[in-house]
């Protein structure tokens, strides 16, 4: 999956995804959110960060950003997590 907005060189894609993966949870949704009527799609997000028990979600997505918050996962642009961390 490529993200133009990141202007990643590989090799900063390959450390990038690496990193990730080191650090990631990986979790399978086990429950079902309807949150999101206006992109559906999204509410995968939300289904995993209530899962993981996620301290934020990172995103870009208009729809999950204009939440600000759900069920204890504050949601934040990448911006403003690089900046308030």
Do not use: W
């Not at 060189?9 to 959110?33: G, H, R, Y």
């Not at 918050?69 to 949601?75: C, N, P, S, W």
């Amino acid at each position: 999956m490529e993200y133009p907005k990141l202007k990643l060189e590989e090799k900063q894609k390959t450390e990038f995804k690496s990193l990730i993966l080191d650090n990631a949870t990986f979790v399978q949704p086990t429950i079902s959110l309807e949150v999101i009527k206006e992109d559906p799609s999204d509410n995968i997000v939300l289904e995993c960060a209530v899962i993981a028990k996620a301290n934020f979600i990172v995103t870009g997505d208009k729809h999950l950003l204009s939440l600000r918050e759900y069920k204890g996962t504050r949601i934040v642009s990448p911006s403003s997590f690089m900046t308030n961390q």
